[in-house]
């Protein structure tokens, strides 16, 4: 579980992140689940861009993909959702 100052330091580190996966009108796919399962593992800080045509709410989209991932949600901001996922390969780990 991320603190409020781990949230807070991760969202500043995320301002500069590009999307790095689109969900689309399709919605949660088993390959969209591997493509963020790969990003997290690559990158461990991933934002997600949910399109307008989507019609799941979002809440519960990043619920589903905290769950099937095994990661944490930072953030949830207009259609990006922003999760995190402490893995063996540091990259953000020394700052949580």
Not at 24 to 41: H, M, P, R, Y
Not at 61 to 85: M, P, Q, R
């Amino acid at each position: 579980m991320l603190s409020a100052q781990n949230r807070a330091k991760l969202r500043s580190l995320a301002t500069n992140l590009k999307d790095l996966v689109f969900i689309g009108k399709d919605g949660l796919t088993d390959n969209v689940i591997d493509q963020i399962n790969d990003n997290l593992f690559a990158h461990e800080l991933i934002k997600i861009k949910v399109q307008k045509c989507v019609l799941n709410d979002i809440d519960e989209l990043a619920n589903t993909i905290a769950k099937k991932c095994d990661c944490e949600i930072v953030s949830i901001i207009g259609s990006k959702i922003l999760i995190y996922k402490f893995t063996t390969k540091p990259k953000f780990n020394h700052l949580i």
